[in-house]
């Protein structure tokens, strides 16, 4: 586990490397601009009638464009396996264990090796994934898996703990290959029953539930892609799940501390019970604060407390602790959660009818991407069944979430009908919608995808949700997995008009059918269940996707993979 520990200015003090970093230095006689700083040594000059003129000297470190700070930003040194670094903007230092798990030494100051966060940038593929059961009603037979495919050159050693499991589990997985890992079934669940599905026995959990150490925590010694299935199988001894979904994993690297939530309603169903909506939120570092503002009432537990709705309610996690909300009146989409340390946000439902009239009932579940990495721009296509004649998409639900008051919506092709305004803190829904088009927003949204159940049409599949992938965060190349023991799966690829994609080395041949004038065209391939599963992608543009898989009465639904930069807030 890596800690991370600001030193005080007392200890800062006395730290090595106070200096100015070396690089291009201004001119201190030439002319500059009034404000700009410059340093000379230890001493700050600032710019007064177009020269540069002493201001101060400063105590311990004075850095261009910053002025005197506590330190300069990313010197450092290595403290045996511990970096005892300055932080990017010069106010302290942190102190990070390079943890070999993940393959990484120390290093003039810096944690490097592979999976060093200035190694891997930010996107899916990462080396630290939190691995995190949601509630399911799923018999206890089938199980919860996380499929880890290699995507660099050399073999990754791959170790899991925690989630209740007693010693660690340890595999290798080679380049370009996958690996599903089977994990056993926690509180999490908040269902436990064998036999056939159609309820808990008396044994669902209906409180909140924080689980300490209730996340797996998976690490990797070289960069790695993790999806997890809850279950993996649809099928298993003549019987079927039911219901399950799958979810891509965002890499720690890559969380953030400020997430929206989607999710989906509680559900009544015939027999008068009711179906939880849920909301799982995991840390990864020890004392994380949270303020949780949820859109709906929560019933709370031993550990948790009642969540009101729209009132902020605070939360502190340790490393791998798990807090799993749940609302049997209402629904968690619009709600916001803050931290002031990084988390994982899953949000999802227990088992619901997609929409409440049509049958079957199935799991959600998805991570939401960082409001960080979060955009204004969203090709939305519906999923594929050609064998049953939908080939250019069965109907499905789409969700708009907002994250800003004012939120307005513009769709190309116009979609008849659709809301062009989201409510402040709130969220618009498109419904048996199965048209492509692409939306664009004036501030940022989050959008999420449900498919219908299996009477929608079809004969196949059930309730699956995804979150749409930005088209800024598109990348030119993916590796990712699909379940070869389901019926059939999918890739639904959206792309520039004109852009050439290889699947596995060969060109897609399937046509892409333009969206509007968008500039952007989607096509759906049938992915060849031969093999382990995996896929690779490349495109001479940047393009994305989505993975998906039918059974009877069952099916996931997951994008393939993005990037997760930083977006700036229009």
């Not at 305004?421 to 999420?448: D, M, Y």
């Not at 065209?521 to 994305?544: C, E, I, Q």
Request: aromatic share 8%; hydrophobic share 35%; charged share 10%.
């Amino acid at each position: 586990m890596r800690t991370l520990v600001f030193a005080s200015l007392l200890v800062v003090a006395c730290s090595p490397n106070h200096h100015q970093p070396p690089g291009d230095q201004p001119d201190a006689m030439g002319s500059c601009t009034a404000g700009q700083m410059h340093c000379e040594g230890m001493v700050l000059q600032t710019c007064v009638d177009g020269q540069f003129k002493d201001d101060q000297t400063c105590a311990y470190a004075c850095v261009e464009s910053l002025g005197c700070q506590v330190c300069a930003p990313n010197v450092g040194e290595c403290q045996g396996s511990v970096a005892h670094t300055c932080n990017a903007s010069g106010t302290g230092y942190t102190d990070t264990n390079c943890d070999p798990l993940l393959g990484e030494t120390c290093d003039g100051g810096l944690c490097t090796g592979p999976c060093a966060p200035q190694q891997i940038g930010k996107s899916y593929i990462g080396c630290e994934y939190y691995p995190t059961i949601t509630g399911n009603e799923v018999d206890d037979n089938f199980a919860f898996a996380v499929a880890v495919s290699n995507t660099s050159t050399d073999p990754a050693d791959v170790t899991i703990d925690g989630g209740g499991i007693g010693a660690p589990i340890k595999f290798t997985v080679q380049p370009g290959d996958v690996k599903a890992q089977p994990l056993p079934w926690n509180d999490l669940k908040l269902c436990h029953a064998n036999g056939s599905f159609g309820g808990c026995g008396g044994t669902q959990n209906k409180n909140d539930y924080l689980a300490a150490k209730g996340a797996f925590h998976l690490r990797s010694n070289r960069p790695v892609t993790v999806y997890q299935f809850s279950p993996l199988d649809y099928g298993t001894g003549g019987s079927f799940s039911y219901t399950n979904d799958a979810s891509l994993l965002i890499p720690v690297n890559a969380w953030t501390g400020s997430y929206v939530v989607a999710a989906y309603p509680a559900w009544t169903f015939s027999g008068g019970g009711v179906y939880p909506g849920l909301m799982t939120i995991t840390a990864s570092k020890d004392n994380t604060h949270l303020t949780i503002i949820s859109k709906t009432t929560t019933p709370g537990g031993p550990s948790s407390p009642v969540m009101m709705q729209n009132i902020p309610t605070d939360v502190t996690l340790n490393a791998g602790d798990a807090l799993e909300l749940q609302t049997y009146a209402g629904d968690f989409t619009g709600s916001l959660v803050s931290a002031d340390q990084p988390v994982q946000v899953i949000g999802g439902h227990d088992c619901t009818f997609v929409p409440p009239t049509i049958g079957y009932c199935d799991h959600l579940e998805e991570s939401m991407f960082p409001v960080e990495t979060l955009s204004t721009k969203y090709v939305i296509a519906a999923p594929s069944v050609p064998a049953a004649g939908f080939e250019n998409g069965k109907v499905e639900v789409v969700r708009i979430v907002g994250t800003a008051a004012g939120t307005k919506l513009t769709y190309d092709p116009p979609q008849v009908g659709a809301p062009t305004v989201v409510p402040n803190g709130g969220f618009v829904e498109i419904k048996n919608n199965k048209e492509s088009f692409f939306v664009s927003a004036n501030h940022k949204v989050l959008v999420s995808q449900y498919m219908e159940g299996q009477d929608a049409g079809g004969n196949t599949g059930d309730p699956a949700m995804a979150i749409a992938v930005a088209v800024d965060q598109y990348r030119m190349s993916y590796l990712f997995h699909a379940p070869t023991n389901y019926e059939v799966n999918y890739v639904q690829i959206t792309a520039p008009v004109g852009a050439t994609v290889m699947l596995d080395g060969a060109a897609v041949t399937d046509t892409f059918t333009p969206i509007g004038s968008s500039g952007f065209a989607v096509a759906r391939t049938k992915l060849s269940n031969a093999g382990t599963g995996n896929h690779s992608m490349t495109g001479d543009m940047p393009f994305g996707i989505q993975v998906y898989g039918y059974g009877q009465y069952t099916s996931y639904w997951y994008p393939g993979g993005l990037n997760l930069v930083d977006i700036p807030v229009n």
